[in-house]
């Protein structure tokens, strides 16, 4: 717990990424594309590491199209109004812009949608759930979930895979990603579909990749590198969470021998001074009931973090300044109201939150740093388009 062991971990995995990252050659011939076990050959930036493949999940070219078929169906929800992408828009890095989400019967979430760029590499999914450990696992979630109903799949599983059963289309999807199987369509496979499409969802070319791993000095502008150094830097602590090629430190690919699954207080709240969070939203905590696990949250990834706003498991925090605020004062004080109290003092914030002070300049360039994680190929990439055309590709695509 101390910060000089937590440095050590913090520094361990940055040795691990870098070392598993393919930061290996220097100027070798192009590799052939990593081809996993089930022979599945994935396309991946310069730079990454191969994801894993689940046994009870190989990859396929068919199960993927099948999967973002489902994913953009609105028959995936009980009344037929809401898919996947009503909530991870492809306009918005497959996030959604609400500041919670809000289920297909109106009910609403406690939490923001998370954005999908890069899922795959994750250690563990969602915000703070220390035990969903796989996107077919964590794809069962928003289908069946009652508190708040999402889709709406519970208790009308039967009528919702008859859409599919019995649609000359899916039969085909479904006979070509689950060859051999006499009655292909149930809830297990169109999560597994699901989660085989949401796993192709990376992103890893944008200027920051091509000036790092593609070593394109021009890819990034000045503004944008001076912020990249404050970024890096020991006086604002950021790459301690956010590291690694995906700027996350929970990280998960093959070849990683423990996946790393870490969850930080950054100190948006502190209720009464008791270091609480709001009732629903208190992280790690709901799962352990362990007072030192209050308000530990995911840092998620920072790529494509230009089009996900509102921002953290709440979306409290509207704009990219207002996040550098925050994390500048070292906490957010809310001053008045039923949440009030400072979080820069909560007894549970993680030591890493560090308050810092940052001129007008420094301010501008670290925001042209977050703007240089933007991939517009991967916004624009046909193969994660809407195959019914319900949900546009951001306008700069067109
Ligand atoms: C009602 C809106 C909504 C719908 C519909 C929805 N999601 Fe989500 N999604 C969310 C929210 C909110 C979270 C964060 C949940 C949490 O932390 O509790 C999330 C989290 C995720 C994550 C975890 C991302 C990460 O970085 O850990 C994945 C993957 C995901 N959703 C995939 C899907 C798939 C696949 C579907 C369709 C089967 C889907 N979602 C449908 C709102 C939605
Ligand atoms: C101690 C670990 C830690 C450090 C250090 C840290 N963060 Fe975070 N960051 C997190 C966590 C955890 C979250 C999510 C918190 C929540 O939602 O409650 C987060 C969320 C964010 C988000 C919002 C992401 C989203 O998708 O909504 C941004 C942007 C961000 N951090 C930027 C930064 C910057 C810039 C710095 C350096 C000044 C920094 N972080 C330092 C852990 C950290």
Partial sequence: MSRTSRWATALGLLLLVAGCGGGDDGGDETPPPPVTPSGYSWSLPKGFPTPKEFAENPMSTAKVELGRHLFYDPRMSINQS????????????????????????????????????????????????????????????PMFAEFPVELGWSDHEAEILD??????????????????????????????????FVSTLISGNSPYDQATFQLNNSAMSAAARRGQNLFFSERMECFHCHGGFNFSQSVSHAGTPVAQEEFHNNGLYNIG????????????????????????????????????????????????????????RGGRLISEGPLAGDGARSPFKSELIVSFRLTAQEKLDLIAFFQSLTDW????????????GNSPRHSRCN
């Avoid at 990834?301 to 996900?308: A, Q, V």
């Fill in 273 to 328: 001074g008791k270091g609480d969070y709001p009732a629903g939203n208190r992280g790690l905590w709901e799962f352990t009931q362990r007072p030192a696990d209050m308000g530990r949250f995911r840092a998620p990834t920072l790529r494509n973090i230009e089009l996900t706003a509102p921002y953290m498991h709440d979306g409290s925090i509207a704009t990219l300044e207002e996040v550098v605020d925050h994390y500048a």
């Fill in 163 to 196: 859409r599919f059963r019995f649609d000359p289309k899916y039969q085909e999807l479904f006979a070509a990603a689950y060859p051999g199987e006499s009655t292909p369509v149930n809830a297990d496979r169109v999560a597994k579909a699901v989660a085989a």
């Fill in 377 to 388: 190929e991967f916004l624009c990439d046909s193969r994660f388009a809407d195959p019914f």
């Fill in 82 to 141: 809401a898919s996947c992408a009503s909530c991870h828009l492809p306009a918005r890095a497959f996030s959604d812009g609400r500041t919670t989400a809000i289920g297909t019967t109106g009910e609403v979430h406690p939490r923001n949608a998370m954005s999908l760029t890069n899922v795959v590499y994750n250690a563990t999914f969602d915000w703070a759930n220390p035990v969903l450990k796989t996107l077919h696992a964590q794809a069962l979630t």
